[in-house]
T-cell receptor, first 114, second 111 residues
């Protein structure tokens, strides 16, 4: 069975500081990995995705993530956080053929201090 | 191009009532899914569909029914609402090799 673990429930960083959100997955085949962001009261928006190729993927809003197969990880990073990045972040794993059956982590809430 | 739309945005039900949450997409996606989101639990898959006429159960299907008579629509039916079904419900659609697109959500309270 596929699963996703986001070890950090809540992270607080200062504006301008760097950010890393952790994600570990379990999947029996080649994983299709996603990071989504959710602002309060909103739906989910895709930040980036990985399914093959370069293990460092770039996304929107200055985010990037690195796929490490040996560690079963797909951590999200941003070099300099902006106050508008405060939100909840979800990592998800699914099959390339059917992203509709994705499994989500429990989410990490990011607070940005001025 | 509206993407994924959901109605209603908010709903309050009494225990035992039934209702249907509507979901529609205009992107001609073959895959559609329903998730529920509860505090601290991320999104959990209720039911999904790989095309018109084909549906399957997800992680938490009990108490919910779905059907997919057209590519565009994927309604979720609550047969007899219970307080444990109080949640935010998200519909999503996707095509092969691509990510899911999410609707704005329906916030359901069952008293």
């Amino acid at each position: 069975a596929q699963s996703v673990t986001q070890p950090d429930i809540h992270i607080t960083v200062s504006e301008g500081a760097s950010l890393e959100l952790r994600c570990n997955y379990s999947y029996g085949a080649t994983p299709y990995l996603f990071w989504y962001v959710q602002s309060p009261g909103q739906g989910l928006q895709l930040l980036l995705k990985y399914f093959s190729g370069d293990t460092l993927v770039q996304g929107i809003k200055g985010f990037e993530a690195e796929f490490k197969r040996s560690q079963s990880s797909f951590n999200l990073r941003k070099p300099s956080v902006h106050w508008s990045d405060a939100a909840e972040y979800f990592c998800a794993v699914g099959a390339l053929a059917n992203a509709g059956k994705s499994t989500f982590g429990d989410g990490t809430t990011l607070t940005v201090k001025p | 191009n509206a993407g994924v739309t959901q109605t209603p945005k908010f709903q309050v039900l009494k225990t035992g009532q039934s209702m249907t949450l509507q979901c529609a997409q205009d992107m001609n996606h073959e895959y559609m899914s329903w998730y529920r989101q509860d505090p601290g639990m991320g999104l959990r898959l209720i039911h999904y569909s790989v095309g018109a006429g084909i549906t399957d159960q997800g992680e938490v299907p009990n108490g919910y029914n779905v059907s997919r008579s057209t590519t565009e629509d994927f309604p979720l039916r609550l047969l007899s609402a219970a307080p444990s079904q109080t949640s935010v419900y998200f519909c999503a659609s996707s095509s092969t090799g691509n990510e899911q697109f999410f609707g704005p959500g329906t916030r359901l309270t069952v008293l």
